[in-house]
């Protein structure tokens, strides 16, 4: 990845209860918390420390971390994850109730993001290893013509884990499928293999060639994925229409290069249609 990466998604939040013994951490419980939609992490730090001489800063050592605050953006919370994460002991039959019994623990935080570089997309996992939650709040509005789909906003505090090394975020290597990152995930948060993993949402690639070959064979593609072609017509021929479609939209004059006569589509998010024909 020699041009660095960029952020393109967010998925498959997951919490688990916060256990130590002395240095020793690990995690019980773990489960979804939701399905994703947002998630930012802004971390507090303590003031750099400026050393003056000579009537000016000659030496500078960089504030340390000393708390974050995580946001998580979701469909809603599953009830599960919300009484565990509210410390809600128990439930009276149909009700689930918040009363002078909750007790608020520690949890551990995990998600997916998402990454491309180079037309390429990797997985990687991130834990906020030690956090606490806020009340949830709940904020709902009657539907009017359309559906107004509505999110709820999770707030929680990130502190240093009680590991030897007061570890505050970890960050794992990059996956090339989501379910492998996933798999890494669970593990480390202590979540039951039973837990369902996502199936790859995979598209249909098409090809109606009249007169034309393509350098692409392939006739589908992961979600995400990349397709890189180049049209050649055939001998005595000439290119002279080319239409490229991805889900029914018509994307040919962002995908097609007709200089080069070159295919480029670097996410995947539809089923592909490429027609082209020479005369």
């Excluded at 996992?125 to 559906?147: G, R, S, Y």
């Excluded at 989501?178 to 593990?187: G, K, M, S």
């Excluded at 991805?246 to 480029?264: F, L, Q, R």
Aim: hydrophobic content about 35%; charged content about 20%; proline content about 4%.
């Amino acid at each position: 990845m020699a041009n660095g990466k960029v952020i393109t998604g967010f998925s498959y939040p997951r919490v688990a209860l916060y256990k130590n013994t002395g240095t020793t951490v690990s995690y019980e419980n773990g489960m979804p918390l939701a399905r994703g939609v947002e998630v930012s992490f802004e971390p507090e730090t303590s003031d750099d420390n400026i050393f003056y001489a000579d009537n000016q800063a000659a030496e500078s050592a960089a504030g340390l971390f000393t708390r974050a605050t995580a946001t998580l953006t979701v469909d809603q919370p599953l009830i599960s994850a919300e009484r565990m994460l509210m410390g809600i002991p128990t439930q009276t039959g149909d009700w689930t109730a918040y009363d002078k019994d909750q007790n608020v623990p520690y949890v551990g935080i995990g998600f997916i993001v998402r990454y491309m570089s180079d037309a390429k997309t990797t997985y990687v996992p991130v834990i906020l290893p030690k956090c606490k939650f806020n009340q949830f709040t709940i904020n709902a509005a009657t539907q009017e013509e359309d559906i107004d789909w509505q999110t709820t906003e999770l707030n929680a505090t990130v502190l240093r884990s009680d590991d030897e090394k007061g570890t505050w975020k970890f960050i794992g290597k990059d996956y090339d499928t989501e379910a492998a990152a996933l798999a890494a995930l669970d593990d480390k948060l202590n979540v039951p293999a039973s837990t369902p993993t996502p199936t790859p949402t995979t598209y249909t690639v098409q090809q109606s060639l009249t007169n034309v070959t393509s350098s692409y064979s392939g006739t589908s593609v992961e979600e995400g994925g990349s397709i890189s072609a180049t049209l050649t017509a055939e001998s005595g021929y000439t290119i002279d229409s080319v239409t490229v479609t991805m889900g029914g939209t018509d994307i040919t004059t962002t995908a097609y290069d007709d200089t080069n006569h070159s295919i480029s589509i670097t996410s995947v998010n539809g089923n592909v249609v490429i027609t082209a024909t020479a005369s």
